[in-house]
């Protein structure tokens, strides 16, 4: 069971300009949460903050009542700790995938997790297989098409099998088809043990997935 | 310039296709061992012999090839060599011509092999042979990551150029001191957006990697970079390690004639 808890959150960049006002909002697993809202209104910012990227300038950000603070995750065991729970998508797949090839990609992080070497090739096959990337193994991620690229992300991501699952515009670059593909993927990603957050402009998409929409609006903050 | 760039990333890209990447059966260390050791003896070679073989045995690889990328292995190649015979050229005239051709048969060995290993060998096995070779993996990470952001920035440029080029029209060329004040105008816009791209790709090149750091710092990034796939080795690699002995032997044996 894994909770993720934000209190009183407020987030400015680095010129004043504020990103998140007071935000309270309470995760939990087991659900899909999806959140909306205009461009700029702060959704990256938040996810930021969630996958501690960035800390907030106040308020408290708990994960199973642990505060993430910038402190915490100086301590290397303890940033390795979290983000094995926290995996995230990024909307530039194109920042993402910074290996050789797909393979190579998806076992990247197992390789760091420090897992004994049958067990990154069985989870590499395995996430090759289930997202449809065993014939473009061999192939350097940045020459895939926008589709391949989401999907080799969302492989590398799931591999390390994180119970908290952050998706930033997953449908971002994706024609029709590969849309439907990544819905039916997160659908299937839906467990009991497992949060997952994604930031959406996707009517449809949040419409079939949402167990929960969260809406922020331009003054930054969560509508109630 | 900007065409030759463009070509040098068309041929990174066309090298990671299926085809391509499957060309060859042989561990791409031994490769990489095979054109150093080529490179070598043929600087220590002391007579000619011994470069002349090389030079042939690379001919004959490189006429097996498709016109197309005969071409693509000699263009290449014909560059050091023309420019070696020209700074040469005066010890023709002081009396000594077998200098320049010693030392321009010598580049041209060395440089076809090397044409032939980039020609028939994926960038990708290329630097995974130094993780074979117990390069720290730092130094491979920042190799294909340097392969990358050519890449990816490659297109930004090409992008952002053909942009620029929609918007720029051809004015008049009449005027007495055979340049017209549009065309000078003209002139100056496109140095202006040459240097307005070149500016952006150097900010878009800061975010990519910043946001690549992010991307590595997700996935537990601790300086570790392994390779998923190892070479098993096979019967061709077995083939390819004779025929380094006899490349040592040829050398070895050319290098007792007396010439």
Redesign the interface.
């Known amino acids: 069971m894994t909770t993720i808890e934000l209190h009183n959150i407020s987030y400015h960049y680095p010129d004043g300009q504020p990103a998140l006002q007071d935000i309270d909002l309470t995760l939990r697993s087991g659900n899909c949460y999806v959140l909306t809202g205009p461009n700029g209104c702060g959704k990256s910012s938040l996810f930021r903050i969630l ?3 960035s800390f907030p300038q106040s308020g408290t950000y708990t994960l199973d009542g642990v505060p993430i603070t910038e402190k915490y995750l100086r301590d ?1 065991a303890n ?2 700790a979290f ?2 729970r ?3 998508l ?1 909307q ?1 797949t ?3 995938l ?4 797909v ?2 990609e ?4 197992l ?3 420090g897992l004994p070497q049958e067990e ?1 090739n069985a989870r ?1 096959e395995q996430y090759l297989d289930r997202l449809s990337l065993s014939d473009l193994r ?3 991620p ?2 895939l098409s926008g589709g391949e690229k989401k999907r080799c992300a969302l492989a ?2 799931l591999a ?1 099998e994180p119970s908290v699952l952050i998706m930033d515009e997953p449908l971002s670059g994706l024609d029709e088809e590969g849309q439907d593909w990544i819905t039916r993927t997160i659908r299937a990603l839906k467990t009991p043990e497992r949060l997952i957050l994604i930031a959406t402009h996707s009517g449809d998409l949040a419409a079939s997935l949402a167990d929960h929409t969260i809406v922020m609006d331009k003054t930054h903050r969560i509508q109630i | 310039m900007t065409e030759q760039i463009m070509k040098g990333i068309a041929r990174l ?1 066309d090298s ?1 296709t ?1 085809s391509s ?1 499957q060309k060859t059966q042989l561990h791409p260390v031994l490769r990489l061992l095979g054109v150093f050791a080529c490179i070598l003896f043929c600087a220590l070679s002391r007579n000619s012999i011994f470069v002349i073989g090389v030079i042939a045995v690379s001919l004959v690889r490189i006429a097996m090839l498709p016109p197309r990328r005969m071409a693509g292995v000699l263009r290449p190649v014909l560059v050091p060599v023309l420019l070696t015979c020209l700074v040469l050229l005066p010890s023709v005239f002081m009396g000594h011509p077998r200098t320049m051709l010693t030392v321009a048969l010598k580049v041209f060995a060395s440089a076809s092999t090397l044409a032939l290993l980039n020609e028939s060998v994926p960038w ?1 096995d290329i ?2 042979a130094f993780a074979a070779l117990r390069m720290p993996d730092i130094f491979i990470l920042t190799l ?2 340097t ?2 952001s050519i ?2 920035l490659g297109r930004l440029c090409r992008s952002m150029g053909e942009a620029v080029s929609l918007r720029s029209f051809k004015g008049p060329d009449t005027a007495r001191d055979g340049r017209s004040l549009v065309r000078r105008e003209r002139d100056r816009t496109r140095r202006d957006a040459a240097g307005g791209l070149l500016g952006t790709v150097f900010i878009r090149s800061g975010m ?1 990697a910043e ?2 750091s ?9 300086g ?6 190892k070479h098993k080795w096979n019967i061709w690699d077995a083939a390819y390690v004779l025929v380094l002995m006899v490349l040592a032997a040829a050398f070895f044996y050319t290098q007792s004639l007396i010439i």
């Not at chain 2, 590595?216 to 990034?221: D, G, K, L, P, S």
């Not at chain 2, 570790?224 to 796939?229: G, I, P």
């Open positions: 996958t501690g990227l290397r940033a390795d983000h094995r926290v995996g995230y990024f530039d194109d920042a993402q910074f290996t050789r090839s393979e190579d998806i076992s990247f992080g390789y760091q997790m990154i590499t061999a192939r350097a940045f020459n590398a991501v390390m | 890209l990671d299926a990447a990708k630097t995974g294909d990551m392969v990358r890449v990816l990519l946001r690549t992010e991307a590595m710092t997700c996935r537990c990034f601790d570790t970079y392994r390779l998923y796939k």
